[in-house]
T-cell receptor, first 115, second 113 residues
Framework: AQKITQTQPGMFVQEKEAVTLDCTYD???????LFWYKQPSSGEMIFLIY??????QNATEGRYSLNFQKARKSANLVISASQLGDSAMYFC????????????FGPGTSLSVIP | ETGVTQSPTHLIKTRGQQVTLRCSSQ?????VSWYQQALGQGPQFIFQ???????GRGNFPPRFSGLQFPNYSSELNVNALELDDSALYLC????????????FGPGTRLTVT
């Protein structure tokens, strides 16, 4: 069964507008962590934001915020004021409460920012 | 602070051959994880090394093996290469127990012909 679901294969957003990238996850663990990574065409995976399952506040990092809805098992990424450099693949990922730091990635969403 | 580096950048091998990919972890990090990313997909966890011991493994066959050295750098070895092994191989380093600070290298793109 898919652990991480990203239902939007591709998204377009106008420059300077906000965009939400969807992510739902499946776990029976109480302790887990959720990540978002950005992967430009160069291939390098860039860490954007992290949310722990016990964190009560939604995580924010600059223009990135994570809309964490635990009961719905949802961890959407919101990018405010989109820039042309935001065009990339975006991956939602999860670490489950196991003894090692295995991270499970979703299939990704391709974001294109239009001038 | 030195970031994660990987070598080589690109590699072309023939089916049946063996390959070794290398990763130098970020300074101060003792954990290295390896991922395989096929074209158009998310990365898949291969295995992780913590203080020179394999600390977890994904759904990959034994012909995928690894090593971690005392300086925490790491190697990924793949024997009997198959066409489906063509992918971007990503290495990520972290400090054990702090996976939210996992940093990825630029990857090695392996093509098997």
């Amino acid at each position: 069964a898919q652990k991480i679901t990203q239902t939007q294969p591709g998204m377009f957003v106008q420059e300077k507008e906000a965009v939400t990238l969807d992510c739902t996850y499946d776990t029976s663990d109480q302790s887990y962590g959720l990540f978002w990574y950005k992967q430009p065409s160069s291939g390098e995976m860039i860490f954007l934001i992290y949310q722990g399952s016990y964190d009560e506040q939604n995580a924010t990092e600059g223009r990135y915020s994570l809309n964490f809805q635990k009961a719905r098992k949802s961890a959407n990424l919101v990018i405010s004021a989109s820039q042309l450099g935001d065009s990339a693949m975006y991956f939602c990922a999860m670490r489950e409460g196991t003894s090692y730091d295995k991270v499970i990635f979703g299939p990704g969403t391709s974001l294109s920012v239009i001038p | 602070e030195t970031g994660v580096t990987q070598s080589p950048t690109h590699l072309i091998k023939t089916r049946g051959q063996q390959v070794t990919l290398r990763c130098s972890s970020q300074s101060g990090h003792n954990t290295v994880s390896w991922y395989q990313q096929a074209l158009g997909q998310g990365p898949q966890f291969i295995f992780q090394y913590y203080r020179e011991e394999e600390n977890g493994r994904g759904n990959f066959p034994p012909r995928f093996s690894g090593l971690q050295f005392p300086n925490y750098s790491s190697e990924l070895n793949v024997n009997a290469l198959e066409l489906d092994d063509s992918a971007l191989y990503l290495c990520a380093s972290s400090l054990g127990g702090r996976p939210y600070e996992q940093y990825f290298g630029p990857g090695t793109r392996l093509t098997v012909t």
